[in-house]
């Protein structure tokens, strides 16, 4: 009876953690960006994938988000899976990432009014202008997107990124080219609403403290792989190390041939 | 099943929307869409006006030289304005943002279908209405056989759009200036201002090939002889059909390579 209403799968999609990777490859002509990823991401945490250029996080991210099919693998995202049904999944998860501007001939307000109805919102002034309150972005709706400074830029795209109420955030470096204090207010608005919703974040980051002040799981890449995982502090304890950033550096050139130590 | 197709054509109508908001932003583009049908118009008028009393071929039918432009303009901007569109995503790099909403490619394709036909009738209505007082033509008296040469150069120039770009999503920005050019490289076989007599035997094959042939033999046909050729309706419309299946299936095919290889999130200038 449970099942012929769906809702066995219902109770088992909302049991299933936030993001599962199965053994995740993605192979180019030239190149392997991802070699046998797996991990898991539990709801309601903030968990990081931490690695330098060319580790293989961006790709994930791309992935996990339908952009981007892989050559193998399995990829669950909020109990579905990703690559047969992602259009169950990509009205509930949202990205960000400073690297993609929105459009920069429209302003503001229409940016994220379209994105509002692409969505399918209904009440889009209301949560719009909410959302604008809430970032500080209200001055400038009625600006084209491209006049933006590179903070407001990052405010607005997070502000596109939370119109659906995401269950899952995935962000891009979220305070890449922002100056100390507009980096600190966003990472403090962050955290203040994964708390306040209880959604999941999982983010790619060069930032080490920005890892370390928000994420309770870090997954350590390097070459598509997976080298370490855990919480910044049992990561920092295992290394014996002062900082995350130290950690980073051990492992980044713990075995790269590519990159001589700076003398 | 109403409420996902309701869901649907709020998705096509924010898109479309989007294409609305970029045509408002900018009036020298709006200006664009009507200064060259309506240059073309005055400049082919002019000319009707003068081969009428030095050529039989336009005495027996003034309109046949300023129909034939503006319908070819009807298939030249059904396909630039779906491209276009599409141009507008790469150069603002777009398409990562898109795709991770529940947008589905063929949401996306209708907007831009819809899209095309607002540029079309944006950019002609104005000067179709401008022939009336200049010329004392008008286009219109056609009645409908225009409707149906109107929607199948209309498709013909979907079709082509949609596989242009396909081959953008494939090739990248480098394929950008197919965009403007490819349709001029039919102009010669769809026999716009002449009939397809007038072509070597074996041309005539390549030009009974294309949708826009029988369009503008038909549109001679009614203005000559009064004589709407339903064989030419058919045979066009099976031919833009065949067309339109080539041109969606290369969209598409394209679009699902661009997400193998990672570019939708990497595409543009």
Not at chain 2, 107 to 128: D, Q, T
């Amino acid at each position: 009876m449970l099942a012929e209403y769906g809702v066995t799968s219902h109770i088992r999609t909302m049991a299933a953690p936030a993001v599962k990777v199965d053994n995740l490859v993605k192979c180019y002509p030239n190149a392997v960006a991802v070699d046998g990823l797996s991990f898991t991401v539990a709801r309601g945490t903030t968990a990081a994938l931490l690695g330098g250029n060319g580790a293989g996080k961006t790709t994930t991210l791309s992935i996990l988000l339908g952009l981007l099919l892989p050559t193998s693998g399995k990829v669950q995202v909020l109990g579905e899976d990703i690559l047969r049904h992602r259009y169950r999944v990509l009205p509930r998860m949202n990205f960000s990432s400073p690297f993609v501007d929105l459009p920069h001939r429209l302003t503001v307000r229409q940016n994220l009014l379209i994105y509002a109805r692409l969505y399918g919102l209904p009440d889009r002034g209301e949560r719009i202008d909410q959302l604008a309150s809430d970032l500080q972005i209200s001055a400038f709706l009625e600006r084209p997107a491209g006049k933006l400074s590179a903070g407001q830029k990052t405010r607005v795209a997070l502000a596109k990124a939370l119109l659906n109420d995401p269950e899952l955030l995935l962000l891009d470096e979220p305070t890449a080219s922002l100056d100390p204090d507009t980096a600190d207010w966003v990472r403090s608005y962050l955290e203040a609403w994964r708390a306040r919703t209880g959604a999941t974040i999982l983010m790619a980051s060069h930032n080490m403290s920005e890892v370390e002040r928000l994420c309770s799981d870090v997954v350590m890449m390097k070459a598509g792989r997976i080298v370490d995982r855990g919480s910044p502090k049992a990561l920092i304890d295992r290394y014996g190390r002062a900082n995350l950033e130290e950690v980073f550096l051990h492992i980044a050139r713990e075995t790269s041939a590519e990159l001589e130590p700076v003398k | 099943m109403t409420r996902d197709l309701c869901a649907s054509a709020g998705r096509v109508w924010a898109m479309l929307l989007r294409y609305l908001y970029l045509l408002r932003s900018s009036w020298p583009r709006t200006l664009e869409l009507l200064y060259w049908p309506t240059l073309q118009m005055l400049i082919w008028g002019f000319m009707s006006k003068f081969l009428y009393v030095n050529s039989s071929y336009v005495f027996r039918a003034f309109g046949v030289l300023l129909a034939a432009v503006m319908l070819w303009d009807v298939l030249f901007r059904g396909q630039l304005g779906l491209s276009m569109s599409f141009l507008e995503e790469m150069w603002a790099r777009n398409l990562g943002h898109l795709f991770v909403t529940p947008l589905r490619p063929h949401e996306w394709v209708l907007s831009l279908l819809s899209m095309s036909v607002i540029r079309v009738l944006l950019g002609l209505l104005p000067a179709a209405l401008l022939a009336i007082p200049l010329y004392h033509y008008s286009i219109f008296a056609m009645g409908l056989p225009l409707v149906a040469f109107f929607a199948v150069l209309l498709i013909m120039g979907w079709a082509l759009g949609l596989a242009i770009c396909g081959l953008i999503l494939r090739q990248g920005m480098g394929a950008e200036g197919l965009a403007w050019t490819v349709v001029f490289t039919l102009s010669p076989i769809s026999c716009v201002y002449y009939p397809v007599s007038t072509l070597p035997g074996w041309l005539q094959y390549a030009a009974w090939a294309l949708p826009s042939t029988y369009v503008f033999e038909g549109m001679r046909a009614v203005l000559f002889t009064g004589v709407f050729r339903a064989d030419y309706l058919f045979g066009a419309l099976a031919l833009d059909l065949v067309y339109l299946v080539l041109g969606a299936v290369a969209f598409f095919v394209a679009f699902h390579d661009a997400r193998r290889r990672g570019a939708l999130l990497q595409m543009g200038e």
